[in-house]
């Protein structure tokens, strides 16, 4: 197969020919019809991720089809139409058997743990227990970003930040994971505030539900900014991009008892942030983290899918070919377009 892969981190990603992929008996083989351009994938190749072995195949969100099953699977079979979340349960530890696949303690991460989908094929394990069935209406371009960036937003919206009705969302970072979160609040009848330093993003947020943009540029105090626009402070505060800075001023920008949930990853000398902990102590507020969603909480986001009132294709930028991914994996917002990019052509 073809697949696009790195010998050492920070260095060159080369497309090449390697050896086809074999089903785990409890895994499958799926065939890539798309998969996503992610920022984790750059943060892979960056060295970020402890749990990468080089050489390496980046790769995370991705649709396909069944194309070889394992001995033991018994829900799937050749020729299905799947997606999955980027992170896979094992099925069986404590945090599987409560319904936490997300941290699963043995959990299977194609593009991390194991290769990933910038190739034409990729194994993964654990099949019974993570692959989700596409629903007909459900193209395999959309489909791809459902798996990281619209899953785990939709966890961090629905389960983390518990989004109701009339509250007031500030989302900061207006890329796959924010412009997410922003359509998925505002589909739950949540006001929602845009917070990023591209207006192109912000029209994009706005034309999908935001109903405040804020250009970072153009407030010396952006906490304070989200304040006056929701009268008081968000309720529920989500950092999209991952940074010290986002993640203080999404913290400032709440009101009292607020929520706040961290979705994008912090790196390099942000990995241990400094965070005014002075106001989660005075506003009693709280933090959670979002990471990835469950194969078997898919139906709900599904069903909104169906229903025409989450649009996932309405956040794609364009789409790519395998090769000029690998050329632009060292720098994530090479992509020309606001929205998610996705490999289409392998």
């Known amino acids: 197969m073809r697949a696009a892969l790195y010998e050492t981190f920070q260095g060159p990603v080369r497309v090449e020919t ?19 351009v992610c920022r984790s994938d750059w943060h892979g190749w960056m060295g970020h991720d402890a749990d990468i072995r080089l050489p390496h195949v980046p790769g995370h969100e991705m649709a396909g089809v069944v194309e070889a099953v394992g001995a033991d ?8 139409r799947v997606t999955l979340p980027f992170v896979c349960g094992c099925g069986a530890c404590d945090q599987c058997r409560g319904g936490n696949h997300q ?5 299977f991460q194609p593009g991390f743990t194991h290769w990933g989908s910038y190739a034409e094929y990729v194994a993964i394990d654990y099949a019974d227990v993570n692959l989700v069935a596409l629903p007909d209406g459900l193209d395999f371009v959309a489909a791809a970003s459902l798996g990281c960036r619209f899953a785990t937003s939709f966890r961090a919206v629905v389960s983390q930040g518990r989004v109701v009705p009339g509250m007031w969302v500030a989302v900061f970072g207006c890329g796959g994971v924010g412009l997410s979160a922003v359509m998925i609040a505002a589909a739950l009848e949540a006001r ?3 917070v990023d330093i591209d207006a192109r993003r912000l029209a994009l947020a706005s034309s999908i539900g935001a109903a405040v943009a804020i250009e970072v ?7 304070g900014a989200v ?3 929701t009268g008081g402070g968000a309720h529920v505060s989500i950092d999209a991009l991952g940074s010290e800075s986002t ?7 709440l009101r009292k008892r607020g929520r706040h949930v961290q979705v994008g990853l912090l790196a390099g000398r942000d990995r241990h942030p400094r965070l005014p902990m002075e106001l989660v102590i005075a506003r009693e507020l709280e933090i959670a983290g979002s990471h990835g969603m469950q194969a078997h909480a898919y139906p709900r986001m599904l069903q909104l899918i169906e229903d025409g009132r989450l649009r996932p294709e309405k956040l794609l930028g364009e789409t790519t070919t395998l090769a000029l991914a690998a050329e632009r994996l060292h720098d994530p917002d090479g992509f020309a377009t606001a929205g998610i990019t996705v490999i289409d052509r392998f």
């Open 247 to 253: 993640a203080a001023s999404a913290i400032a920008s």
């Open 18 to 36: 390697v050896a086809d992929p074999s089903p785990s008996p409890g895994g499958v083989v799926l065939g890539l019809r798309a998969t996503g």
């Open 217 to 223: 540029g153009e407030h010396s105090d952006v906490a």
């Open 73 to 80: 699977v018994r829900r799937w079979r050749v020729g299905q």
């Open 227 to 229: 304040r006056d626009a």
């Open 103 to 107: 941290v699963c303690d043995r959990q």
């Open 192 to 194: 929602v505030v845009a």
